[in-house]
């Protein structure tokens, strides 16, 4: 496997008094490393001083222009431990997501703890100087899991006996299953996905399957019986439900797809959360779709949809399921600001925007937020899309700094048609109330 070393060059073991006194220095431990793993280096980067942020940020910089490049060869990035490449947890977790955004992974060469995420609890702080790994919590459950005991979200195909992983029988079908459309078809992600919801199965959760969650299940070595928790990997702790050989197959074959990444359209919607759904009452979220046809001169072309919908359509899927509300983002938004064009002055002064939280408090609860589903995505209780989820908040928040203030009505309400699409959502999320759709007709509750 090709490698790239990415370390503090100049680095002071006093800085970091918790970590083992037995360590070689950060180069010699990535070539180490390379060595017993048979992993080829292809470049370094090296920062100069641990004191310096720019430098380490700049470092970073280049190794994503490098990974960026049109022919660019991907690679398994090497560092000692997090604060390699971060000072805090943060920007370690933005700069990790941004480099396996890119096709590319991350790990650390430290033995005890090689899961960035996990390696960041133990050395690195949250903004308000915690360390997770200091926590009598957390000393309690690296007992456990030197123990291997069960921690965390259980994989599916399993079940907890004793504190022990055991094999559902049930699902374990199912994985197999998986296991072997994938390496003896041509069935992809999606294809799998959709034979498996074709013939009524279920996540455990009760879900549909979908592409990340077939994904999830073929990339996890908990099904060839290896324990993996906190930078503690113990091999052969539970019975295997797939054989390493076909385990490797597969994950040969998926990373022989996943040479390019697809480019995935985003879009603000600036209703999400407002619409109601007239079968159920939940409110809808955006979603686009992109739709591709082939002309009679044999070119392709595609559109991206926009839609505001429902999520009982596609949880927990039923005979009603269609029943449940799916409208155009783009009609529905452009009627709605038409009504609120139709507004009169008087109507207008009349409105009472919900009160915003003071930034401090605003950035206070996202932090929150974003540290405690960091901590469970190292523990394996959350999914990496809830945290991206959460530093998105962070990042929206520190964009719009600016809005945290008491406005007058009508600069509000202004703004709601203003050509900046995050202007004009902050301004509908203080105004609009509710929205109802039934029979084609619109019908907008303002807070009054």
Same mark, same amino acid.
């Given at each position: 496997?090709?490698?790239?070393?990415?370390?503090?060059?100049?680095?002071?073991? *006093?800085?970091?008094?918790?970590?083992?006194?037995?360590?070689?220095? /950060?180069?010699?431990?990535?070539?180490?490393?390379?060595?017993?793993?048979? *992993?080829?280096?292809?470049?370094?980067?090296?920062?100069?001083? /641990?004191?310096?942020?720019?430098?380490?940020?700049?470092?970073?910089?280049?190794?994503?222009? !490098?990974?960026?490049?049109?022919?660019?060869?991907?690679?398994?990035?090497?560092? /000692?431990?997090?604060?390699?490449?971060?000072?805090?947890?943060?920007?370690?977790?933005?700069?990790?997501?941004?480099?396996? +955004?890119?096709?590319?992974?991350?790990? @650390?060469?430290?033995?005890?703890?090689?899961?960035?995420?996990? #390696?960041?609890?133990?050395?690195?702080?949250?903004?308000?100087?915690? #360390?997770?790994?200091?926590?009598?919590?957390?000393?309690?459950?690296?007992?456990?899991?030197?123990?291997?005991?069960?921690?965390?979200?259980?994989?599916?195909?399993?079940?907890?006996?004793?504190?022990?992983?055991?094999?559902? @029988? $049930?699902?374990?079908?199912?994985?197999?299953? %998986?296991?072997?459309?994938?390496?003896?078809?041509?069935?992809?992600?999606?294809?799998?996905? !959709?034979?498996?919801?074709?013939?009524?199965?279920?996540?455990?959760?009760?879900?549909?399957?979908?592409?990340?969650? %077939?994904? +999830?299940?073929?990339?996890?070595?908990?099904?060839?019986?290896?324990?993996?928790?906190?930078?503690?990997? %113990?091999?052969?702790? *539970?019975?295997? %439900?797939?054989?390493?050989?076909?385990?490797?197959?597969?994950?040969?074959?998926?990373?022989? !797809?996943?040479?390019?990444? !697809?480019?995935?359209?985003?879009?603000?919607?600036?209703?999400?959360?407002?619409?109601? @759904?007239?079968? @159920?009452?939940?409110?809808?979220?955006?979603?686009?779709?992109?739709?591709?046809?082939?002309?009679?001169?044999?070119?392709?072309?595609?559109?991206?949809?926009?839609?505001?919908?429902?999520?009982?359509?596609?949880?927990?899927?039923?005979? #009603?399921?269609?029943? *449940?509300?799916?409208?155009?983002?783009?009609?529905?938004?452009?009627?709605?600001?038409?009504?609120?064009?139709?507004?009169?002055?008087?109507?207008?002064?009349?409105?009472? /925007?919900?009160?915003?939280?003071?930034?401090?408090?605003?950035?206070?609860?996202?932090?929150?937020?974003?540290?405690?589903?960091?901590?469970?995505?190292?523990?394996?209780?959350?999914?990496?899309?809830?945290?991206?989820?959460?530093?998105?908040?962070?990042?929206?928040?520190?964009?719009?700094?600016?809005?945290?203030?008491?406005?007058? #009505?009508?600069?509000?309400?202004?703004?709601?048609?203003?050509?900046?699409?995050?202007?004009? $959502?902050?301004?509908?999320?203080?105004?609009?109330?509710?929205?109802?759709?039934?029979?084609?007709?619109?019908?907008?509750?303002?807070?009054?």
């Amino acid at each position: 496997m090709r490698v790239v070393g990415f370390h503090i060059d100049n680095f002071d073991n *006093h800085l970091y008094p918790d970590l083992p006194q037995n360590r070689l220095i /950060p180069e010699f431990e990535i070539k180490e490393y390379c060595d017993i793993n048979n *992993h080829n280096i292809v470049s370094w980067f090296k920062i100069k001083s /641990p004191y310096s942020d720019s430098d380490i940020y700049d470092n970073f910089r280049k190794l994503i222009s !490098k990974f960026s490049e049109p022919d660019a060869k991907l690679a398994l990035v090497l560092i /000692p431990d997090s604060f390699h490449l971060a000072n805090d947890i943060e920007t370690l977790a933005r700069r990790v997501i941004r480099i396996r +955004s890119l096709g590319a992974d991350i790990r @650390c060469t430290n033995q005890e703890y090689p899961d960035p995420f996990q #390696n960041a609890l133990k050395y690195l702080s949250f903004y308000n100087g915690k #360390n997770f790994s200091n926590s009598k919590s957390s000393k309690e459950i690296i007992k456990k899991a030197y123990r291997g005991e069960v921690l965390g979200k259980i994989p599916y195909g399993y079940k907890s006996h004793n504190g022990r992983l055991v094999i559902d @029988c $049930k699902e374990s079908k199912i994985v197999k299953m %998986i296991f072997k459309w994938y390496s003896e078809s041509s069935y992809g992600l999606r294809v799998i996905s !959709k034979l498996l919801n074709q013939k009524g199965n279920r996540t455990r959760r009760g879900k549909v399957w979908t592409p990340l969650t %077939i994904r +999830s299940i073929i990339t996890n070595r908990s099904y060839i019986g290896t324990y993996s928790r906190y930078g503690i990997r %113990i091999t052969s702790n *539970h019975d295997p %439900i797939i054989n390493i050989d076909l385990f490797n197959r597969v994950n040969s074959l998926l990373n022989s !797809k996943n040479t390019s990444k !697809k480019k995935y359209y985003k879009s603000t919607f600036l209703l999400s959360r407002k619409i109601i @759904c007239e079968t @159920c009452g939940n409110t809808l979220s955006g979603i686009t779709r992109k739709r591709t046809w082939q002309l009679q001169n044999n070119e392709y072309k595609s559109k991206i949809y926009r839609y505001y919908r429902c999520k009982s359509r596609f949880e927990n899927v039923t005979e #009603n399921s269609k029943f *449940h509300s799916l409208f155009n983002a783009d009609i529905v938004e452009k009627k709605v600001k038409k009504i609120i064009c139709n507004w009169d002055d008087n109507f207008i002064s009349n409105l009472s /925007p919900v009160s915003i939280k003071s930034y401090a408090k605003e950035i206070q609860d996202a932090y929150s937020d974003f540290a405690k589903t960091f901590q469970n995505y190292a523990m394996s209780k959350e999914n990496i899309s809830h945290l991206e989820k959460t530093l998105k908040r962070l990042s929206e928040i520190r964009e719009n700094k600016n809005v945290y203030i008491d406005e007058p #009505n009508r600069k509000i309400y202004d703004q709601i048609f203003s050509p900046d699409i995050q202007e004009s $959502k902050i301004s509908i999320n203080q105004i609009i109330s509710k929205i109802f759709i039934q029979n084609n007709k619109i019908n907008v509750i303002p807070y009054l």
